[in-house]
């Protein structure tokens, strides 16, 4: 999901894997999809059918004493109040459907100030390939760049699962989790106060190593 970034992923890493994130091995992660029904856009093509919006539990848990979770929300359809900024128009030609990440912290959606479609972006269908290699660090205070924070990234189909060393010399560790009757997959991770990342590594369903990245703090 190409989302904007709270920080950058490096360029080998996404290439060869198609993005990544972590969700804590101590932390609840995945869950049953919910689906609700909105009414379609004004922006996509006439209908008089509902669009059924697909939302999938991503990864979730406690960290510094407060609750966290992330969830990947599919609009089939553009759905009512959505309109695509005026900038982004000829870069989004054909994209009627929609991909949310929804990340709280505390019960305090992040980037809230943003409004209702804030951390939204519009895609091709349920399978739309671009959206693959997009990772950021997120949080409530500078950008994610310190407090209580949520490493948050799409992963493409070859990635199974992933490991976050610490500085403190723990680990994080999680599988992906995928929005259902879609190709969209993410896992996340909550990384406590003044806790920094050492090395992101990816692996395959064998266990394989993929990727092994330092760039992340």
Same mark, same amino acid.
């Not at 101590?26 to 059918?49: E, K, Q, W, Y």
């Not at 990342?197 to 993929?210: E, F, K, N, P, W």
């Given at each position: 999901?190409?989302?904007?970034?709270?920080?950058?992923?490096?360029?080998?890493?996404?290439?060869?894997?198609?993005?990544?994130?972590?969700?804590?091995?101590?932390?609840?992660?995945?869950?049953? $999809?919910?689906?609700?029904?909105?009414?379609?856009?004004?922006?996509?093509?006439?209908?008089?059918?509902?669009?059924?919006?697909?939302?999938?539990?991503?990864?979730?848990?406690?960290?510094?004493?407060?609750?966290?979770?992330?969830?990947?929300?599919?609009? $089939?359809?553009? $759905?009512?109040?959505?309109?695509?900024?005026?900038?982004?128009?000829?870069?989004?030609?054909?994209?009627?459907?929609?991909?949310?990440?929804?990340?709280?912290?505390?019960?305090?959606?992040?980037?809230?100030?943003?409004?209702?479609?804030?951390?939204?972006?519009?895609?091709?269908?349920?399978?739309?390939? +671009?959206?693959?290699?997009?990772?950021?660090?997120?949080?409530?205070?500078?950008?994610?760049?310190?407090?209580?924070?949520?490493?948050?990234?799409?992963?493409?189909?070859?990635? +199974?699962?992933?490991?976050?060393?610490?500085?403190?010399?723990?680990?994080?560790?999680?599988?992906?989790?995928?929005?259902?009757?879609?190709?969209?997959?993410?896992?996340?991770?909550?990384?406590?106060?003044?806790?920094?990342?050492?090395?992101?590594?990816?692996?395959?369903?064998?266990?394989?190593?993929?990727?092994?990245?330092?760039?992340?703090?």
């Amino acid at each position: 999901m190409t989302f904007p970034k709270k920080a950058a992923i490096t360029a080998a890493v996404l290439a060869t894997v198609g993005g990544v994130a972590f969700g804590a091995s101590a932390f609840a992660a995945g869950g049953d $999809p919910v689906t609700t029904s909105v009414r379609p856009a004004t922006l996509t093509a006439p209908s008089t059918v509902a669009s059924k919006v697909v939302a999938q539990t991503i990864g979730k848990g406690t960290v510094d004493g407060l609750g966290w979770s992330v969830v990947l929300e599919f609009y $089939p359809t553009l $759905p009512k109040g959505y309109a695509i900024p005026a900038k982004g128009m000829k870069m989004e030609a054909g994209k009627s459907s929609l991909l949310c990440q929804r990340m709280m912290i505390g019960g305090v959606r992040i980037d809230h100030q943003g409004g209702p479609w804030a951390d939204c972006q519009p895609v091709a269908g349920a399978h739309d390939p +671009s959206q693959a290699g997009g990772a950021g660090l997120w949080g409530l205070t500078d950008k994610g760049t310190r407090g209580s924070r949520l490493f948050v990234a799409t992963v493409g189909s070859g990635v +199974s699962s992933g490991v976050l060393d610490l500085a403190d010399g723990s680990q994080l560790k999680a599988s992906a989790v995928t929005v259902p009757g879609t190709s969209y997959r993410a896992f996340a991770v909550a990384i406590a106060k003044g806790k920094t990342i050492t090395s992101v590594d990816t692996y395959d369903g064998r266990h394989h190593r993929l990727t092994h990245d330092t760039y992340w703090r």
